[in-house]
C-alpha cells in the first residue's frame, strides 16, 4: 500500500512538473524583429456624436515602440525585478509624446461660471515598458512635462480652428490652470482569457489593473474587454492615451488578416486630478473632483499589412462633480506602421 502511494506521488509529482514546463515553454512569445511608429487623436469631431468642444477635447500622441527584447539592459532589468518573468517574456520599450486639452462647456466667454471645467493644456514625454507573455501584459509607465500655458493647449485648439474656419474660444487667458511641471508613475496588467471559439471565430476576454501616482492624477482603474474576431493572440486591445484603459502600442500579427470588435467597462476611483483640482502650490481654476468615475468603450481593430487601425468610441461619466450635458463623448482613433 505505502509503495502505491508512494508511486502515485511521484507520479503526480512528475505531471506537475510536466505541466510547469510545457507552460513555461508556452509563456514566452514569439520574437518580432520589427519596430512600431504610432500617430493617435483623441476627439469629439471623429465621434459619432454632433457635440461642442468641452471638457476632455483632444489627445494627439505620437510614438515609438522597439523590436522585442531591443531594450536597455536596465530597463529590463527593472521589468523583471517588478513583475519576474526572466525568460519567460518579451520585453519592448515605448517612448511617446502626447498633448492634452481641455475645456469648459462655456467657451463663448471669457470668464466662464467657477462651476464649470478649467481650460488646461498638458504637454508630456512617455517612456514605458511593456512586458508581455502569452497569456498577460505587463506595463511600466514615466510621464513627464508641464500643464499650463507653456504646454500649447490655446495654440493648437485656436489654430486648428482658425484653419477651418471656425471662431476662436475665448477663456483660455482668464480661466486657464497655470503652468506646473508634471511627473506620473504608471503601470498595468492586462490579462488575456480565451472564450473559445463562436460561429468559426475567436473570442476572448481582457480584464485589467491599472494605477497612477503622481501631481497630475493619482487613482486606480479595473474593468475588461469582451473581443470576437480572427488572431486576438496578435495584441492585448487598443491603445488609448493614459488614464483611459490601454492595451498600449505593441502588437504582432499572427495572420494575413487579423480583426476584432469589442466591447468594455471600467470603473475608477480618483483621488487627484490636477485638470479638475487645478494648480498644487498656487491658487486657479478649479472644480470639485468626482471620485468615482465610470466609462464604456466599443470599437474594432484591423491588422493587416504590419498596419493596425483601431478606433474606439468612448462614453465616460462625469469627471468633476458640476459636470452637465450627460455623458461625455469622444472617439479614439489609431495608426500604427511596423519598419
Known amino acids: 500500500m505505502r509503495t502505491l502511494k508512494a508511486r502515485t506521488v511521484i507520479s503526480l509529482f512528475a505531471l506537475v512538473c510536466q505541466g510547469l514546463a510545457a507552460h513555461s515553454m508556452a509563456a514566452e512569445p514569439p520574437a518580432d524583429p520589427h519596430a512600431i511608429w504610432t500617430f493617435q487623436d483623441e476627439n469629439a469631431s471623429i465621434t459619432t456624436s454632433n457635440l461642442p468642444d468641452r471638457y476632455y477635447v ?40 502626447s498633448q492634452s486639452i481641455y475645456t469648459p462647456a462655456d467657451t463663448k466667454v471669457f470668464l466662464p461660471p467657477p462651476t464649470d471645467e478649467p481650460y488646461a493644456g498638458v504637454l508630456t514625454a512617455n517612456l514605458g515598458l511593456i512586458q508581455d507573455t502569452t497569456d498577460h501584459r505587463s506595463i511600466l509607465g514615466l510621464m513627464a512635462g508641464l500643464i499650463g500655458p507653456d504646454a500649447g493647449g490655446q495654440i493648437v485648439q485656436n489654430g486648428f480652428h482658425s484653419i477651418i474656419g471656425q471662431k476662436p474660444t475665448k477663456g483660455w487667458a482668464d480661466y486657464q490652470i497655470q503652468d506646473e511641471p508634471l511627473v506620473e508613475f504608471l503601470s498595468a496588467r492586462i490579462w488575456r482569457i480565451s472564450l473559445g471559439s463562436l460561429g468559426g471565430m475567436e473570442t476572448d476576454v481582457l480584464p485589467d489593473l491599472s494605477v497612477g501616482l503622481g501631481n497630475l492624477r493619482i487613482y486606480a482603474m479595473t474593468g475588461g474587454v469582451v473581443r470576437i474576431g480572427r488572431g ?32 468594455g467597462a471600467h470603473g475608477s476611483g480618483v483621488a487627484h486630478d490636477i485638470t479638475i483640482n487645478g ?35 468612448v462614453f465616460q461619466t462625469y469627471s468633476f462633480r458640476t459636470q452637465r450635458g450627460g455623458l461625455h463623448q469622444f472617439g479614439s482613433l489609431a495608426v500604427s506602421v511596423e519598419f
Open 58 to 97: 483632444n489627445g494627439l500622441l505620437l510614438g515609438y515602440t522597439s523590436p522585442t527584447d531591443a531594450v536597455p539592459d536596465f530597463l529590463s532589468d527593472i521589468g523583471h525585478s517588478v513583475w519576474g518573468e526572466a525568460g519567460e517574456s518579451r520585453q519592448r520599450f515605448t517612448a511617446s509624446i
Open 279 to 313: 494648480n498644487s502650490f498656487r491658487t486657479s481654476p478649479s472644480v470639485s473632483l468626482q471620485p468615482l468615475q465610470g466609462e464604456l468603450e466599443i470599437g474594432f481593430a484591423a491588422i493587416y499589412e504590419g498596419v493596425r487601425i483601431s478606433y474606439t468610441q
Open 232 to 263: 486576438l493572440q496578435s495584441d492585448f486591445g487598443v491603445p488609448r492615451l493614459f488614464p483611459g484603459p490601454n492595451g498600449d502600442y505593441a502588437y504582432t500579427p499572427v495572420e494575413p488578416f487579423d480583426w476584432y470588435f469589442f466591447a
